[in-house]
């Protein structure tokens, strides 16, 4: 577990982590959500490299009460589905918010949040949430 | 291709084993079969497990199982397909025995989890989800489970109590089973009023860590046993599909292409319908999972899977019982060794030995095992000896 989050395992995937940027079929428009050589649906070579919008809805959610080792520090958290405008999905954390103050259907923005830590010496790992838009 | 029939089973009790490792978990139900089945030989030692390397430390232990059975240069392997590790030994163990190139094969599952703190435990499980961009955020299992739970609550516009009816359909047939990890009823008020895990999901909606391991051994038609007509099952058709890991890259996140196409392929290969089942297992990590199962394997019309167990068809009584000794959540899902108790129970239906839980007449049944929500999914349909 803890192998995961040796900085290089971390680093390639940071295009996904930090600025969700996924892999676009060009021939069939399928999103690939991490790195592959072909798409998943249609097998094309031809995936374009494409950050999802910034802004999603958010479709549905929990409250994760039994976290993992990893990320026990921040329970209990949001985990949301969030969908964004060509129909592509992501599951994520939902932060900066109470489930209180969250619906299904509202309009959610993407944010860099710390994910965890690496004990007391290794790495502090960040990566993408999304939080209720502030407008 | 030759037929492959199951000869014997054996199992440990499902629980909290302190005292005994994971090798001798895996021994003790490898003996178990071996000397249920009453063969001099096995020459293919199938072994799934989940999570070994992780949970104890261990690679290579097909070759420290058949050292702790007395067996020495025999085939042995290792198979790991997440939660659906066992059917796929299983698989394994069948193409080898029709093919001609193992006679006699010993398929072994085992896993410990009970060693694991319960934030280990579900940092393990999170395994079976895709890493990179799943487990590494925090998604679990559970959280998963809850996000298709709200889906299917808000599609069927059904109420929870739907749902949580299927954990107390486990519990019911669990109570008094010597091998299972919860052999005891529960009502639907305390499933309903266990602690949130991730809501809606509840504590008694959800499989506990526990510890156990099961084994089946196949033998080819030609070889001969100890076993008379009445007491081997053949395997009438085994297969496995995969599919896209998260449930929200698939058309519909509710239905589960792997389980369908695997139900209908097996079925296929038997050449026996859905109609002439009379038992059948199904994979029930979590509540909501056997609605989407029993739907997407077509037993249920969409959505009608709930109304259909309030119907009692899924009851010990009913037109189709399933899971006969508890299912996942009740008789316990040690992951590598799950499918393992499936097909070891179907076979004690069929072939008349299920004790208090036998199904009367029982001549044709099939276990689905599932990884994850779909990810991967695999059926075995069991045919008895005197049925054909």
């Given at each position: 577990?803890?192998?995961n989050?040796?900085?290089q395992s971390?680093?390639?995937f940071?295009?996904?982590r930090?600025?969700?940027?996924?892999?676009?079929?060009?021939s069939?428009?399928t999103?690939?959500?991490?790195p592959?050589p072909v798409?998943?649906?249609?097998?094309?070579?031809?995936?374009?490299?494409?950050?999802l919008p910034?802004?999603g809805?958010l479709?549905?959610f929990?409250?994760?009460k039994?976290?993992?080792?990893?990320?026990?520090?921040?329970?209990?958290y949001?985990?949301?589905?969030?969908?964004?405008?060509d129909?592509t999905r992501v599951v994520t954390?939902?932060?900066?918010?109470?489930?209180e103050e969250?619906?299904t259907g509202?309009?959610?923005e993407?944010v860099v949040r710390k994910?965890?830590h690496?004990?007391d010496?290794?790495?502090?790992v960040?990566?993408?949430?999304?939080?209720?838009l502030v407008? | 291709m030759r037929n492959?029939h199951v000869v014997?089973?054996?199992y440990?009790?499902i629980?909290e084993h302190?005292?005994?490792?994971l090798?001798?978990?895996?021994?003790?139900?490898s003996?178990a079969a071996?000397?249920?089945?009453?063969v001099e030989?096995?020459?293919?030692v199938?072994?799934?497990s989940?999570?070994?390397e992780v949970t104890?430390?261990?690679a290579?232990?097909?070759?420290l199982?058949?050292?702790a059975l007395g067996?020495?240069?025999?085939?042995?392997?290792r198979?790991e397909?997440g939660e659906?590790s066992?059917?796929?030994?299983?698989m394994e163990a069948?193409a080898?025995?029709?093919?001609?190139l193992?006679?006699?094969a010993l398929?072994?599952?085992?896993?410990k989890?009970s060693?694991?703190l319960?934030?280990?435990?579900n940092?393990?499980h999170s395994?079976?989800l895709?890493?990179?961009s799943?487990?590494f955020?925090?998604v679990t299992?559970a959280?998963?489970?809850?996000?298709?739970?709200r889906a299917y609550?808000e599609?069927y516009e059904?109420?929870q109590?739907?749902?949580?009816q299927f954990?107390?359909l486990?519990?019911n047939?669990?109570?008094?089973?010597s091998?299972a990890?919860f052999?005891f009823?529960v009502?639907l008020?305390?499933?309903l009023?266990s602690?949130?895990?991730?809501?809606?999901?509840?504590?008694l909606?959800?499989f506990a860590?526990?510890?156990?391991?099961?084994?089946?051994?196949?033998?080819?038609?030609?070889?001969?046993?100890?076993?008379?007509?009445?007491?081997?099952?053949?395997?009438g058709?085994i297969s496995?599909?995969?599919?896209?890991v998260?449930p929200f890259?698939?058309?519909d996140?509710?239905?589960?292409?792997?389980?369908?196409?695997?139900?209908?392929?097996?079925?296929?290969r038997s050449?026996?319908?859905r109609?002439?089942l009379?038992?059948?297992?199904?994979?029930d990590?979590y509540?909501?999972?056997?609605?989407?199962?029993?739907?997407?394997?077509?037993?249920?019309?969409?959505?009608?899977s709930?109304p259909d167990l309030?119907m009692?068809?899924?009851a010990l009584?009913?037109?189709?019982?399933?899971?006969t000794?508890?299912?996942?959540k009740?008789?316990?899902h040690p992951l590598?060794?799950t499918?393992?108790?499936?097909v070891?129970?179907?076979?004690?239906q069929?072939t008349?030995?299920?004790?208090?839980?036998?199904i009367?007449g029982a001549?044709?049944g099939a276990a689905?095992s599932?990884?994850?929500?779909?990810?991967?999914?695999?059926t075995?349909?069991?045919?008895?000896g005197?049925?054909?």
């Amino acid at each position: 577990m803890r192998f995961n989050f040796r900085p290089q395992s971390h680093w390639r995937f940071k295009r996904f982590r930090y600025r969700t940027e996924v892999l676009r079929c060009a021939s069939c428009g399928t999103v690939n959500v991490t790195p592959r050589p072909v798409c998943r649906r249609c097998r094309s070579r031809n995936l374009l490299r494409e950050e999802l919008p910034e802004r999603g809805r958010l479709v549905a959610f929990t409250v994760v009460k039994s976290p993992t080792e990893e990320h026990k520090e921040l329970a209990p958290y949001i985990v949301g589905l969030v969908e964004f405008e060509d129909g592509t999905r992501v599951v994520t954390q939902i932060t900066d918010s109470d489930p209180e103050e969250l619906r299904t259907g509202m309009t959610v923005e993407r944010v860099v949040r710390k994910i965890t830590h690496d004990g007391d010496s290794g790495i502090i790992v960040y990566g993408f949430k999304f939080r209720p838009l502030v407008s | 291709m030759r037929n492959v029939h199951v000869v014997g089973v054996g199992y440990t009790r499902i629980g909290e084993h302190w005292d005994e490792s994971l090798t001798e978990l895996m021994a003790e139900a490898s003996l178990a079969a071996i000397e249920d089945a009453g063969v001099e030989r096995v020459d293919g030692v199938y072994v799934a497990s989940t999570f070994c390397e992780v949970t104890n430390n261990q690679a290579g232990i097909s070759a420290l199982i058949a050292e702790a059975l007395g067996l020495r240069s025999v085939y042995g392997v290792r198979v790991e397909g997440g939660e659906s590790s066992g059917m796929m030994a299983l698989m394994e163990a069948y193409a080898a025995v029709a093919s001609g190139l193992v006679d006699f094969a010993l398929v072994v599952g085992g896993e410990k989890l009970s060693d694991l703190l319960p934030d280990e435990f579900n940092s393990v499980h999170s395994m079976t989800l895709p890493y990179d961009s799943m487990g590494f955020a925090g998604v679990t299992p559970a959280s998963i489970a809850a996000l298709l739970y709200r889906a299917y609550l808000e599609r069927y516009e059904i109420p929870q109590e739907f749902i949580a009816q299927f954990p107390v359909l486990m519990h019911n047939n669990a109570e008094g089973i010597s091998h299972a990890q919860f052999p005891f009823k529960v009502k639907l008020e305390d499933v309903l009023g266990s602690p949130e895990v991730a809501p809606p999901l509840r504590r008694l909606e959800c499989f506990a860590p526990c510890d156990g391991a099961a084994a089946v051994i196949f033998a080819s038609e030609d070889s001969q046993t100890k076993r008379s007509s009445g007491q081997t099952v053949r395997i009438g058709g085994i297969s496995m599909k995969t599919d896209y890991v998260s449930p929200f890259d698939r058309e519909d996140p509710l239905f589960m292409t792997s389980v369908a196409l695997s139900v209908d392929e097996a079925l296929l290969r038997s050449g026996i319908s859905r109609g002439e089942l009379d038992v059948l297992e199904v994979h029930d990590s979590y509540s909501i999972v056997a609605p989407l199962i029993l739907e997407s394997g077509g037993f249920s019309s969409r959505g009608e899977s709930c109304p259909d167990l309030k119907m009692s068809k899924y009851a010990l009584e009913g037109e189709l019982p399933i899971n006969t000794f508890g299912g996942l959540k009740a008789r316990g899902h040690p992951l590598g060794a799950t499918a393992l108790y499936q097909v070891a129970e179907v076979y004690l239906q069929l072939t008349g030995r299920a004790g208090k839980r036998q199904i009367d007449g029982a001549r044709a049944g099939a276990a689905i095992s599932v990884s994850g929500f779909g990810t991967i999914a695999g059926t075995a349909v069991m045919l008895s000896g005197e049925g054909e």
